[in-house]
């Protein structure tokens, strides 16, 4: 019951996702004016701030946030970040979720105690994955639907004058 | 090492599948904390919005209690920032769940657990827990069904749509939720209601005062008791006055603006204080104090602290009526003078009746003259003048009446351009028109009862035709209809420019004071209703008369 709720809510963001790409250049690049500073600034710089391990530092340099009108961030980019010449971009994906086609038992220790489950490894990777990036998304999602909200609001008040 | 792939992208609304919506729900233990807070901060929203109680009693300084609704906005800021906090608290608390799409059957389980502990405060945030997963799941499917329906793919449609996005993203918060939009509205709705309902009274106070003469009467008084009596209050009142050992009637009476009453009911309240004080200690020093005796006590200075709160309150409304009905009174003479010389020239106005008859005497006369040299003329000498004459005769009539109606026009000239303003006729028209003088007095009238196209016709020429060309378009106008109108005499024109004055004068008296006039603004601004407007400018557009207010 909740279930279908929450995906019919979830198509319905999508869906308007499209609707924005559909919609007029100029009020899209209004909305995108807004957004960006006003939520996916903000909404960067706690995804940078949460990266953990020995790539945090290259990895929250590498976080932006896009000008777009639906809110988006972006790690990566071909800049080589580390000595060893890797990007961000090479950087990102792997120490998020692991790698490679090695799998082994990794222990994760949560508050509860600790789980062991199995994950893509590299030598590189290995261990334990820290994924920081969608946690922190879904912990940012209520205000940033709702000053999504708002910004539409006010721009469309705006250019319906 | 190739640098290949792609950055790692992630859209909120495109990518909205990756997240969990139900996540909030996932720690029902922190939902109650979050509840408790939030009703916690519920209180203290309640605290702000009782010292907004003061609102009514202090409609006399309205910029202090706007000051007052401020803070309580800032209040209602705080409840909503410490909510989306605890919302935020929430969310976090979701991180460390493994398989997020199971959380919402998983926080049911949890229910079930922590009612097993039997840790009530759980189970009772588990409660409201479940509601608000169910009614976000309901909401969100209902509005997902609404919203697909109705999607028209414009920017309008997108924004209902986020805002219904929000609004479930806010109920998906259960309790902390309902902090900050019911808490909020709820609370901004009973402040609104108090501050309209404190003003209507004071309003009506007022009136009663000014009906009264600036001072109630016996009867005056016993009216307002009798209101007591009418809304059913009038019991709860009369068994405070007895638990407190206070005339009952005199408590009425004070209540209903008697200020002898007033004086001896506070003197009584203060004695029957200080006996019951007295009472107390007598017990305390004679060790007979029991929890009854305390209790009642209590209870008797709770009730004495209440009538004297009733009784301040009742007095400040009273004060505050008898001062504006002062103010009333005080501009009175100066209205009632302005008025006068308002009357002086109208009577000055329909001088020209007897320009009139004298010059229809005249008419008469000249017409009699021919007549009869008219009958001279002919052959016959049966005839005489009066077989001539006639047509005179019936034309003087034709002339008294439209000269009686002339002079009931002029007579109801300034009624008649007030109505035009009514009817959206704007100022640069009634200008002119005023200008035309007595004149315009039948154009005037005329126009009153012309239809709303016609009347609109008329102003559209009379802009277009400019203030130049007014004298002769407002003589078409009159030929039209047919109204019987000399020519303009310089007394005429001298009576016109004396009756021209008033008009100032007399959107001055009917026009509300500039104190009122930002009062209006400010009420509207607030979204309040408006205080009094005088009833004559009720309908007129601001615009109209706010030019003329100093």
New interface residues.
């Given amino acids: 019951m909740s279930g279908q709720g929450l995906e019919a809510f979830e198509r319905e963001c999508k869906s308007t996702a499209r609707n924005l790409r559909r919609m007029p250049a100029d009020l899209r690049k209004a909305l995108a004016a807004q957004v960006q500073p006003r939520v996916a600034v903000p909404l960067a710089a706690k995804v940078a701030q949460a990266f953990t391990g020995p790539w945090a530092a290259p990895l929250a340099a590498s976080t932006k946030a896009r000008k777009l009108a639906d809110p988006t961030i972006v790690v990566g980019g071909s800049r080589r970040v580390v000595s060893g010449g890797a990007s961000a971009r090479q950087l990102v994906y792997g120490a998020t979720w692991g790698g490679g086609k090695r799998v082994a038992s990794v222990t994760r220790r949560t508050r509860r105690g600790s789980s062991t489950y199995r994950a893509h490894v590299t030598k590189q990777f290995q261990g334990k994955s820290r994924d920081n990036i969608i946690p922190t998304l879904k912990a940012q999602g209520g205000w940033v639907l709702e000053e999504f909200a708002n910004i539409v609001d006010e721009v469309w008040e705006d250019q319906s004058g | 090492?190739a640098?290949r792939?792609?950055?790692?992208?992630?859209?909120?609304?495109?990518d909205?599948?990756?997240?969990?919506?139900?996540?909030?729900a996932d720690d029902l233990e922190h939902l109650g904390d979050s509840a408790r807070a939030a009703g916690d901060d519920l209180e203290r929203l309640d605290d702000a919005g009782r010292t907004l109680d003061d609102l009514g009693r202090s409609a006399r300084d309205a910029e202090e209690d706007l000051g007052r609704l401020a803070t309580s906005s800032r209040d209602l800021d705080r409840v909503e920032t410490d909510a989306?906090s605890a919302?935020?608290g929430v969310?976090?608390m979701?991180?460390?769940v493994?398989g997020?799409a199971k959380s919402?059957d998983s926080s049911f389980d949890k229910i079930a657990a922590a009612s097993k502990r039997g840790a009530q405060d759980v189970d009772a945030a588990a409660d409201r827990g479940s509601d608000s997963?169910?009614e976000?799941?309901?909401?969100?499917?209902g509005?997902?069904?609404e919203?697909?329906a109705s999607?028209d793919?414009?920017?309008?449609?997108?924004?209902d749509?986020?805002?219904e996005?929000?609004a479930?993203?806010?109920a998906a918060?259960g309790p902390v939720g309902a902090a900050i939009g019911i808490g909020a509205g709820v609370a901004i709705g009973w402040i609104r209601g108090q501050a309209e309902a404190a003003k209507e009274e004071v309003s009506e106070l007022v009136s009663t005062l000014l009906d009264a003469g600036g001072r109630l009467d016996n009867q005056g008084v016993l009216a307002q008791i009798r209101k007591f009596a009418e809304d059913g209050s009038i019991t709860a009142l009369a068994q405070e006055a007895r638990a407190g050992k206070v005339d009952v009637r005199d408590y009425l009476r004070a209540l209903s603006g008697d200020t002898d009453a007033l004086a001896r009911t506070r003197k009584a309240l203060d004695d029957s204080r200080t006996a019951v004080e007295a009472e107390a200690e007598a017990r305390r020093q004679a060790g007979t104090v029991t929890t009854e005796s305390a209790q009642a006590t209590q209870d008797q200075i709770i009730a004495l602290v209440n009538m004297s709160s009733n009784l301040d309150e009742s007095a400040e409304k009273w004060s505050l009526a008898a001062d504006a009905a002062e103010a009333y009174a005080d501009q009175l003479p100066a209205g009632t003078e302005a008025m006068e010389a308002a009357q002086e020239a109208l009577e000055g106005f329909v001088d020209p009746l007897s320009t009139y008859t004298e010059a229809l005497s005249e008419k008469e006369a000249a017409e009699r003259e021919t007549a009869e040299k008219t009958a001279a003329a002919t052959k016959s000498q049966s005839d005489s003048w009066e077989d001539y004459v006639g047509d005179v005769k019936v034309s003087i009539g034709e002339y008294n009446d439209a000269l009686e109606q002339q002079v009931k026009d002029q007579e109801a000239w300034a009624t008649n351009l007030a109505t035009l303003a009514r009817r959206g006729v704007d100022e640069g028209v009634l200008a002119e028109l005023a200008r035309l003088g007595p004149e315009g007095a039948p154009l005037v009238a005329g126009l009153t009862k012309a239809s709303d196209k016609e009347l609109a016709r008329t102003v559209d020429l009379f802009h277009r035709k400019g203030k130049a060309s007014a004298d002769g378009l407002g003589q078409g106008i009159r030929d039209n209809q047919g109204s019987v109108v000399g020519a303009a005499s310089a007394a005429r024109t001298a009576a016109a420019s004396a009756v021209s004055a008033p008009i100032p004068m007399w959107v001055r008296l009917n026009a509300p004071s500039p104190g009122e006039v930002s009062a209006i603004r400010r009420d509207v601004q607030n979204n309040l209703r408006p205080v009094e407007i005088p009833v004559m400018l009720r309908n007129v557009p601001t615009s109209t008369w706010s030019r003329y207010i100093p």
């Fill in positions: 090492m640098d792939g792609r950055d790692l992208k992630v859209s909120i609304l495109s909205a599948d990756r997240f969990d919506l139900a996540a909030p989306k919302g935020d969310d976090r979701a991180q460390d493994e997020a919402v997963l169910r976000m799941g309901e909401e969100g499917q509005t997902a069904r919203m697909a999607f793919g414009s920017a309008d449609g997108i924004k749509a986020m805002q996005a929000a479930n993203v806010l918060l």
